[in-house]
């Protein structure tokens, strides 16, 4: 069983940066792919970001590409985001979720998430 924890939210001013952690275990994750997600408040659970565990490709929705960097360590089976240039739009809660679906963009695909971390953008 996958299990994933992240960390590194916090608040932040428009325009400053944050970066996300989360440590994957219980598993081998040479065939998954990560993705970072993000929820406000009433709003849909919406993707930000997907990365191959082992290929590195990745692929980013349109409201952050240019903005937030996905990446990963292999030898720490650690997942990061980093964000940068950060707007009021992007508070949410940031989770880490993994799936066997290649770059997938759709929630229900992954089957494994974490708790979440808040992340707060004030203008």
């Known amino acids: 069983q996958v299990q994933l924890v992240e960390s590194g939210g916090g608040s932040v001013q428009a325009g400053g940066s944050l970066r996300l952690s989360c440590e994957a275990s219980g598993g081998s994750f040479s065939w998954y792919t990560m993705g970072w997600f993000r929820q406000a408040p009433g709003k849909e659970r919406e993707f930000v970001a997907a990365?191959?565990?082992?290929?590195?490709?990745?692929d980013y929705a349109d409201s952050v590409k240019g903005r937030f960097t996905i990446s990963r360590d292999l030898a720490k089976n650690m997942l990061y985001l980093q964000m940068n240039r950060l707007k009021p739009e992007d508070t949410a809660v940031y989770f880490c979720?993994?799936?066997?679906?290649?770059?997938?963009?759709?929630?229900?695909?992954?089957?494994?998430w974490g708790q979440g971390t808040q992340v707060t953008v004030s203008s």
């Open positions: 979720a993994s799936t066997v679906v290649s770059l997938s963009r759709l929630a229900n695909s992954y089957r494994s």
């Open positions: 990365i191959t565990w082992t290929g590195g490709s990745t």
